[in-house]
């Protein structure tokens, strides 16, 4: 069992830049391949950014490919989303996710979630 709380979160403009954080209870976080996700009202959730248990692996979402970079500190137990360049249409729900094996970008391969932050990009 993981529980994930993410952090960071904001009200930013076009062309600027956030970090979100995301902290895993536990003592496996590094054993966890850990994913970043987003939501919009009435759409589904869409993958972001994932990180292999080592962090020496990531995959990107094309839409974000260049503007952010998804990394981890396995002795804080926490995996970050650095989002630079930020725009208007980046404005959604940021949740992290746990899960195991290789990297993954389907959201119903993660089994554990956070409550998710919310990230507005105003132009």
């Known amino acids: 069992q993981v529980q994930l709380v993410e952090s960071g979160g904001g009200l930013v403009q076009a062309g600027g830049s956030l970090r979100l954080s995301c902290v895993a209870s536990?003592?496996?976080?590094?054993?966890?391949?850990m994913g970043w996700f987003r939501q919009a009202p009435g759409k589904e959730r869409e993958f972001v950014a994932a990180v292999s248990p080592s962090g020496g692996s990531t995959s990107y979402a094309d839409s974000v490919k260049g503007r952010f970079t998804i990394f981890r500190d396995n002795t804080k137990n926490t995996v970050y989303l650095q989002m630079n360049s930020l725009k208007p249409e980046d404005t959604v729900v940021y949740y992290c996710?746990?899960?195991?094996?290789?990297?993954?970008?389907?959201?119903?391969?993660?089994?554990?979630w956070g409550q998710g932050t919310q990230v507005t990009v105003s132009s």
């Open positions: 536990g003592r496996t976080f590094g054993s966890y391949v």
């Open positions: 996710a746990a899960s195991w094996g290789p990297l993954k970008q389907e959201p119903n391969e993660y089994g554990y």
